[in-house]
């Protein structure tokens, strides 16, 4: 089974940056869709960004303009590139790969933004 394992989370500053990337173990271009959701203390889980296998992506409503997704077939890799941090974007983030009835997680990294 493909493993996910997300890497770059951390603590940073309002208005600050941050990027999330998560490494396949194995292909990912037979995923239909490969995406980014979190998950902040008391609240569920929620879609934050995803990118199609033919190029198409979606974001949440609050990360319009801010956040940009990546997805890199060749390398494996989905990377999500978080600009003008709020503190409410503060969250537990997830790699997901998507395929029919496949739906792999990583294991989630902190991202933790400071007001």
């Known amino acids: 089974q493909v493993q996910l394992v997300e890497s770059g989370g951390g603590l940073v500053q309002a208005g600050g940056s941050l990027r999330v990337s998560c490494v396949a173990s194995?292909?990912?271009?037979?995923?239909?869709?490969m995406g980014w959701y979190r998950q902040a203390p008391g609240k569920q889980r929620e879609l934050v960004a995803s990118k199609s296998r033919g190029g198409y992506t979606n974001y949440v409503d609050s990360v319009k303009g801010r956040f940009t997704i990546s997805r890199d077939n060749a390398k494996n890799t989905v990377v999500l590139q978080m600009n003008n941090l709020k503190p409410e974007d503060t969250a537990v983030y997830y790699c997901?790969?998507?395929?029919?009835?496949?739906?792999?997680w990583g294991q989630g990294t902190q991202v933790t933004v400071s007001s």
């Open positions: 997901n790969a998507n395929s029919g009835g496949v739906n792999l």
């Open positions: 194995e292909n990912i271009f037979s995923f239909n869709a």
